[in-house]
Antibody, heavy 120, light 107 residues
């Protein structure tokens, strides 16, 4: 059974750095057909893709946020970590991690999401 | 970056109706176009990938079509559990963008 679970703070202050962890099970981060992607959704708004990482450690970032984002993985721990620097209230959103099928570049399994608020 | 424009932004429909949602890309895509369904407070669910392939377990009343810059999601006979928000997503050159969403509401 494939599962993904996001973990991290529920509240960060402006200018701080956000670190989110996605812990996966039911598949391996070394599977060459798969990757893990991060997507966020501000309250009442549309989905926004952030970044993804594949088994060969190839990484892709949202062009608009690239300077603030970093994604990495620890295959032995089945974890993918996303960091977002210089947080701002507009970064308040539900953050999802999802499994990315590399064959057709769509997210076929999703975590439940974690709501993050940026406020002083 | 490729922009995805969905229309309509919302639609009111009745059970049994045929509903079509359109997604237009700012430039031509490969076939890496996906559709998702999202219900309030829940994570999105993959419905269609590669423009027209039905994800395992998704009812056959959902179908996708299109190529180039014009793609559609069709629900052939709307069911009560289909009232939700739908998003398209493209993946050109491994960089993803989503459409703005279409909310399907009960008439």
């Amino acid at each position: 059974q494939v599962t993904l679970k996001e973990s991290g703070p529920v509240l960060v202050k402006p200018t701080e750095t956000l670190t989110l962890t996605c812990t996966v099970s039911g598949f391996s981060l070394s599977d060459t057909r798969l990757g893990v992607t991060w997507i966020r959704q501000p309250p009442g708004k549309a989905l926004e893709w952030l970044a993804h990482i594949f088994s060969n450690d190839e990484k892709f970032y949202n062009t608009s946020l690239k300077s603030r984002l970093a994604i990495s993985k620890d295959t032995s721990k089945s974890q993918v970590v996303l960091t977002l620097t210089n947080m701002d209230p507009v970064d308040t959103a539900t953050y999802y991690c999802a499994r990315m099928n590399g064959a057709f570049l769509a997210a076929d399994y999703w975590g439940q999401g974690t709501l993050l608020t940026v406020s002083s | 970056d490729i922009q995805m424009t969905q229309s309509p932004s919302s639609v009111s429909a009745s059970v049994g109706d045929r509903v079509t949602i359109t997604c237009r890309a700012s430039q031509g895509l490969s076939s890496w176009l996906a559709w998702y369904q999202q219900k309030p407070g829940k994570a999105p669910k993959l419905l269609i990938y590669a423009a027209s392939s039905l994800q395992s377990g998704v009812p056959s009343r959902f179908s996708g079509s299109g190529s180039g810059t014009h793609f559609t999601l069709t629900i052939s006979s709307l069911q009560p559990e289909d009232f939700a928000t739908y998003y398209c997503q493209q993946a050109n050159s491994f960089l993803l963008t989503f459409g703005g969403g279409t909310k399907v509401e009960i008439k």
